[in-house]
């Protein structure tokens, strides 16, 4: 069994960073989905902790954008997964790992918008140019790949519906299942019940983060769940999510975590 973890930290300060990474620590999952990361001293205490506990961390240059990671304790197997067409290269982060078979798992973190010209067309070059990357990647890397993270969007069918959301938006989740990929929580309880990730200030509920899957692993996968854990702690205000596969896999020799106030980066 091989299990990961999605979860938006939020730009963590340093408080809530030590918060995240007991919490984190007590985790069995074997990779983490970092998203909504940043240059702030929380993301870069959070970071340096796994890599010193012996943990593959993956961290695209962000300059000074919001971001997303990829902490590993399965071994890599080759150097990290380059999507440089992204038009934000710092919001996603990808590297294949060594499992049987052999799997590529891409955390992404899409941008935010208000009602403003400027952030809409933002966002959407985002969505469209991370469509394009995975459907150019090679088709057993396509295929065997994880995609997970905070997408920023919701369905066409989202319970409740919500307006405001825009075509392009809808087509991010519509356009992945054109290409083969599998939504694992729908893919596990197809009739419901209808999760929410992330709770708006009238206390409407949006799913933002999930987990996909090519193709050849959808007879892999073996559990989905959302665990409010991170909210109902402080933590973040979004929900995490934990994907379950059935794979082989090679772990790095890593540590337990220290506990925070035993790290100093500075």
């Known amino acids: 069994m091989v299990a990961a973890l999605t979860v938006n930290i939020g730009a963590a300060s340093m408080t809530r960073a030590?918060?995240?990474?007991?919490?984190?620590?007590?985790?069995?999952?074997?990779?983490?989905?970092?998203?909504?990361?940043?240059?702030?001293?929380?993301t870069a205490y959070i970071l340096e902790a796994f890599r010193r506990a012996g943990y593959a961390v993956i961290k695209t240059p962000d300059d000074g954008e919001r971001g997303a990671a990829l902490v590993s304790r399965i071994s890599l197997a080759g150097p990290p997964l380059l999507l440089p067409e992204v038009s934000i290269p710092g919001r996603v982060a990808a590297a294949g790992l060594d499992t049987t078979p052999?799997?590529?798992?891409?955390?992404?973190?899409?941008?935010?918008?208000?009602?403003?010209?400027?952030?809409?067309?933002?966002k959407e070059l985002f969505i469209a140019s991370l469509l394009k990357a995975v459907a150019e990647l090679p088709a057993e890397q396509r295929g065997h790949l994880v995609i997970g993270g905070d997408y920023n969007v919701i369905a066409a069918g989202h319970t409740p519906p919500h307006p405001g959301?825009?075509?392009?938006?809808?087509?991010?989740?519509?356009?992945?299942?054109?290409q083969g990929f599998i939504d694992t929580y729908d893919h596990c309880y197809p009739a419901g019940p209808h999760p929410h990730s992330w709770i708006g200030r009238t206390g409407a509920g949006y799913r933002y983060d999930y987990f996909h899957v090519?193709?050849?692993?959808?007879?892999?996968?073996?559990?989905?769940?959302?665990?409010?854990?991170?909210?109902?702690?402080?933590?973040?205000?979004?929900?995490a999510v934990r994907l379950e596969l059935g794979l082989d896999a090679v772990r790095l020799p890593y540590r337990n975590l220290a506990e925070p106030e035993e790290i100093a980066l500075f």
């Open 214 to 239: 090519g193709a050849a692993l959808a007879g892999h996968i073996s559990g989905c769940a959302y665990l409010h854990q991170t909210r109902d702690l402080g933590l973040t205000d979004h929900a």
């Open 18 to 42: 030590e918060m995240l990474l007991r919490w984190l620590a007590g985790r069995p999952e074997d990779i983490f989905l970092l998203t909504e990361t940043s240059a702030g001293s929380g």
């Open 165 to 178: 959301f825009l075509p392009f938006e809808y087509g991010l989740l519509d356009t992945l299942s054109a």
């Open 102 to 122: 052999r799997t590529w798992f891409l955390s992404v973190y899409v941008p935010s918008r208000d009602r403003s010209a400027d952030k809409t067309a933002r």
